[in-house]
């Protein structure tokens, strides 16, 4: 698989962080209202993730009753490069808003570990840290058409991507984020009671 120079942001105080630059893996997924930065659906057409708990910023198992919710990921712009035996393929890239959390526990994430991370040390079953979960049928066919394009597993999706943060998604359309942690409905901020992990000692690879 492809190498990539790893950059993320610092640790806020709950242990949630930002990736900014890397690899990561996918995986695809149909949208499933309410979504976790609040909407019940979102505009077909455009291209929309789910990035994993360590970097969308709220923890749905924590014991907390403010656990879950937006975090500071709802909104947060990737460009996702696909890979393809090792060399990345740049005629593919798009770019992708967060408006979902992959959650670390496997069954609220239909079984696959693939968010698992709790820490940027802790690598997933495809020996990434990250993990996008793209919202395939919202795309538009020919988005898909081209960044599917000879995709792993009959072009379903790519174990690997390399990715970039970005600070805007142009051509991707907001829609409104709803929650406590949404004041203005365009921005939110992680949560500040519940840890990365708290409530999945159980699940922790030692």
Same mark, same amino acid.
């Given at each position: 698989?492809?190498?990539?120079?790893?950059?993320?942001?610092?640790?806020?105080?709950?242990?949630?962080?930002?990736?900014?630059?890397?690899?990561?893996?996918?995986?695809?997924?149909?949208?499933?209202?309410?979504?976790?930065?609040?909407?019940?659906?979102?505009?077909?057409?455009?291209?929309?993730?789910?990035?994993?708990?360590?970097?969308?910023?709220?923890?749905?198992?924590?014991?907390?009753?403010?656990?879950?919710?937006?975090? !500071?990921?709802?909104?947060?712009? $990737?460009?996702?490069?696909?890979?393809? +035996? &090792? =060399?990345?393929?740049? *005629?593919? %890239?798009?770019?992708?808003?967060?408006?979902?959390?992959?959650?670390?526990?496997?069954?609220?994430?239909?079984?696959?570990?693939?968010?698992?991370?709790?820490?940027?040390?802790?690598?997933?079953?495809?020996?990434?840290?990250?993990?996008?979960?793209?919202?395939?049928?919202?795309?538009?066919?020919?988005?898909?058409?081209?960044?599917?394009?000879?995709?792993?597993?009959?072009?379903?999706?790519?174990?690997?991507?390399?990715?970039?943060?970005?600070?805007?998604?142009? !051509?991707?359309?907001?829609?409104? $984020?709803?929650?406590?942690?949404?004041? +203005? &409905? =365009?921005?939110?901020? *992680?949560? %500040?009671?519940?840890?990365?992990?708290?409530?999945?000692?159980?699940?922790?690879?030692?």
């Amino acid at each position: 698989m492809s190498e990539a120079r790893h950059l993320y942001g610092k640790r806020d105080a709950m242990g949630y962080q930002m990736p900014y630059e890397g690899t990561a893996s996918t995986t695809v997924w149909n949208i499933k209202a309410p979504l976790s930065c609040g909407m019940s659906d979102v505009p077909y057409g455009n291209n929309y993730v789910a990035i994993n708990q360590l970097a969308f910023g709220t923890n749905e198992d924590a014991f907390n009753h403010a656990s879950g919710g937006a975090g !500071g990921a709802c909104g947060a712009c $990737f460009e996702l490069t696909p890979v393809k +035996d &090792g =060399k990345a393929r740049p *005629n593919q %890239k798009a770019t992708f808003m967060v408006v979902e959390n992959c959650p670390a526990n496997p069954s609220r994430s239909d079984g696959h570990t693939l968010c698992s991370a709790c820490e940027t040390g802790d690598k997933n079953d495809l020996g990434e840290t990250w993990h996008f979960d793209i919202l395939k049928d919202h795309m538009s066919s020919s988005a898909v058409e081209k960044f599917f394009d000879q995709a792993d597993h009959d072009e379903q999706q790519w174990d690997q991507v390399q990715f970039k943060k970005l600070t805007a998604c142009d !051509g991707v359309e907001q829609p409104e $984020f709803k929650g406590n942690n949404c004041p +203005d &409905g =365009k921005t939110c901020h *992680n949560s %500040k009671t519940d840890r990365v992990c708290d409530g999945l000692d159980w699940m922790r690879k030692k």
